[in-house]
């Protein structure tokens, strides 16, 4: 049986740092916003653990969750249900991570983006450190800045050999990169070329939708992050049948989160297992 890859975005927005390019709206969450979050996510493992289907799912919160316990013990609690073959979350990993000891780890994974702006290079890499010291697979990623570039370099050589690096090309300009600059980010990530750009998408074959589809706080389901009409409820009877293959609508997909499920970039064959937190399934890089 072929696993569903499902992304959840519940209502948590806030983060505790601050990023400039930051894509999403930073706000502060209250007492309450934070318990309403907690309810429906909650709700959410709960229906993982009813089902019978094998489940991936990869947290993509508008802000920081690890910081917050609801998050902390629903990776705990998805990573032991038979039917998760992973949870996985995106993280800045600035937050305490001793609570992964409680995780069953082959089935854990983390997504993990250094912000050099926000933290310093040694606090980021005690934490990496602390995650391969707790046996915890993770992928360690940055936003291609043209002037980080030494910053990227030195974190390379610093970083565990094993652990894959992955930049996201910024893509707030046309031409931003020169063809030097793609080769020097290329040779840290041999995949940075393909985020580079953004896919022609529109009418061709994606998983998104299929085998893949995101889902809000309340169960909406949406067949991705970036395709905004709704395709069913998966708190309603019945939300399977909105699960088909069907071409894409948009015009381009330019986000890991997205083009990794569009069948023409065969990325599944890439990523394998680790394609919720990012990591391919063989070594590519250079450590
Ligand atoms: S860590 Fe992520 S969510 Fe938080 S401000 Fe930076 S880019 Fe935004
Ligand atoms: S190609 Fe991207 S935008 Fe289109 S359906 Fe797939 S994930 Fe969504």
Partial sequence: MSAWSILYRGPLSSCNYSCNYCPFAKTTNTRAELEDDARKLARFVAWVGGRSESIRVLFTPWGEALFHR??????????????VRRVAIQTNLSGPLDWLESCQ?????????????????PRFLAQC????RLGIRHSVGVVGFKEQFPEVLALRRELNPETYLWINATKHAPDYYS??????????????????????????ACRAGASAFSVDGDGAMRRCHFIKPLIGNIYEAGFESALRERPCTNETCGCHIGYVHLDVLNLYAVFGEGVMERIPATPIWQG
Wanted: glycine fraction near 4%; charge should be neutral.
């Fill in 105 to 121: 780890r082959e089935h854990v994974g983390l997504w993990a983006t250094y912000h050099p702006t926000q933290t310093s290079r």
């Fill in 70 to 83: 609801s998050y902390q013990e629903a990776m705990v609690r998805l990573s032991h249900l038979p039917n």
């Fill in 179 to 204: 063809a030097q600059d793609l080769e020097r980010f290329s040779a840290v990530d041999p995949l940075f070329t393909l985020n580079a750009v953004r896919h022609e998408s529109q009418g061709k």
């Fill in 129 to 132: 450190q602390k995650l391969d």
